[in-house]
């Protein structure tokens, strides 16, 4: 699969998930909301709980699925791994975004897409 594909279903895919879970969690606290302890039943707590920790379940899974799926290298076609991005200190202590990069198993050139890490303004 084209690497351009295969960045797009990882998107779509990671969005899908963490929307899907955090529906069915909120959905299945609906019906278990009646036989639950008195401390789950609060909103706050039933939200975090069948909400937010079910769709960062779902992303996770997603995310996880994606490196046992392969990329097709753009130089000689074979399998490239899919690395999500990060954000990491370099050798000065300097924040550096790194982005989402496939690296292929056969020739090991290293393919950088233009998808980057959000982050946040270093605000003083």
């Known amino acids: 699969m084209p690497i351009k594909l295969h960045l797009a279903l990882v ?16 959905s299945g606290y609906e019906v278990l909301k009646p036989s639950l302890p008195e401390m789950l039943q ?15 379940l779902g992303y996770y899974v997603s995310r996880f699925i994606f490196h046992f799926i392969p990329g097709k290298c753009p130089k000689c076609g074979s399998h490239a791994t899919y690395r999500p991005s990060a ?6 202590g300097v924040k ?9 198993k056969s020739c090991g050139y290293v393919h950088r897409t233009k998808v980057f890490p959000h982050h946040r303004p270093d605000v003083t």
Do not use: D
């Open 87 to 92: 954000t990491k200190k370099n050798a000065f």
């Open 42 to 56: 609060n909103k706050q707590a039933g939200f975090i709980v069948f909400g937010l920790i079910p769709a960062a």
């Open 11 to 26: 998107i779509v895919s990671n969005i899908v998930a963490l929307i899907a879970g955090f529906i069915l969690g909120m």
């Open 96 to 104: 550096q975004n790194i982005p989402v990069t496939y690296h292929c």
